[in-house]
């Protein structure tokens, strides 16, 4: 990969990680509701591409469920997590995703895996294991089981997505964007009264999120992801994106002063050393949504 290019994949790696822990500062700091949050994001989403929608890809049923799965399913439970999570921590247990996908796609798509991609497999979830584990037994926070079942659901999208040709990285963006937004919004209604209020006095700082989240991540950062997948093998890629988990750790000890001890770093670097095994060996869809999976809230 030449110097240039890799840079950029470091500068989106950086950018997804920062989403990371602006997402935490929104939901926890700012004390704004996550379900209003992602709504008011895809929303920004939606509109800022939405000259890509059409024409809609096909079939349009798996279209609308992908973009369930991966946007209002997954998102919604990564940002209730990020309540009540730590950003290093929910990093971690969020690259159970692709061992998740891996084990999916052996059911569902009849995908063969031989021992090397298995050994991959039982390290990234004995990695998760550990973050999750302290000494007097499993006293997790609700919020990492809510970034588990985000990484699950986010899983189900990918394998669904993998049974789908010629949808552009916009064009999809557009379509998780218009599908999320409904849903969440009726559920941020419901389950999350004063939401407008929270959003009004949070002031500008979260409209600024609000706007960096949707342009700088989702669209600025995820086209430059998929341009570099054009020129450049998806394995390598999407090896190479296992810096945003890392560069998220970094963020969380620097800003929002996450614990960082030896149970936190053997775990960590036992969940990376997993997901490094499976997307190095020949799986295409573990390799070309790992971007999407490591890129967080």
């Not at 990695?127 to 970034?147: E, I, Q």
């Not at 997505?161 to 999320?180: C, D, H, I, T, Y």
């Not at 036992?270 to 999407?292: E, F, T």
Request: include cysteine; aromatic fraction near 10%.
């Amino acid at each position: 990969m030449a110097l240039r290019d890799f840079a950029l994949l470091v500068f989106v790696c950086v950018v997804w990680a920062s989403s990371n822990i602006l997402s935490k500062i929104v939901v926890s700091d700012m004390n704004v509701p996550p379900l209003f949050y992602a709504a008011l994001r895809f929303a920004l989403v939606a509109f800022l591409v939405s000259p890509w929608l059409l024409p809609m890809p096909r079939p349009r049923w798996r279209l609308i469920a992908v973009a369930l799965f991966m946007g209002a399913g997954g998102f919604a439970l990564l940002f209730v997590g990020l309540k009540t999570s730590t950003p290093s921590a929910a990093a971690v247990v969020s690259q159970a995703g692709a061992p998740c996908t891996t084990l999916l796609s052996m059911a569902l798509l009849g995908e063969r895996v031989r021992w090397r991609r298995g050994i991959g497999v039982a390290l990234t979830l004995l990695g998760v294991l550990v973050v999750m584990y302290d000494p007097h037994g499993f006293a997790v926070s609700p919020g990492l089981w809510f970034m588990l079942a985000g990484a699950i659901v986010n899983s189900f999208g990918a394998v669904l997505m993998k049974q789908m040709e010629g949808v552009r990285p916009l064009q999809f963006q557009a379509w998780v964007g218009l599908a999320s937004f409904a849903p969440l919004s009726i559920l941020s209604a419901m389950l999350e009264p004063g939401q407008m209020r929270a959003g009004l006095v949070a002031g500008w700082p979260f409209l600024a999120a609000v706007v960096y989240s949707a342009l700088a991540v989702s669209v600025a950062a995820h086209t430059l992801y998929y341009g570099l997948i054009q020129r450049y093998e998806a394995n390598l890629v999407s090896a190479l994106t296992l810096i945003t988990p890392l560069a998220t750790i970094g963020l969380g000890v620097l800003i929002t002063h996450d614990r960082f001890d030896a149970r936190m770093a053997i775990g960590a670097a036992v969940a990376i050393a997993g997901v490094l095994i499976i997307v190095l060996r020949p799986n295409q869809v573990a390799a070309l949504l790992l971007g999407i999976r490591t890129r967080g809230p």
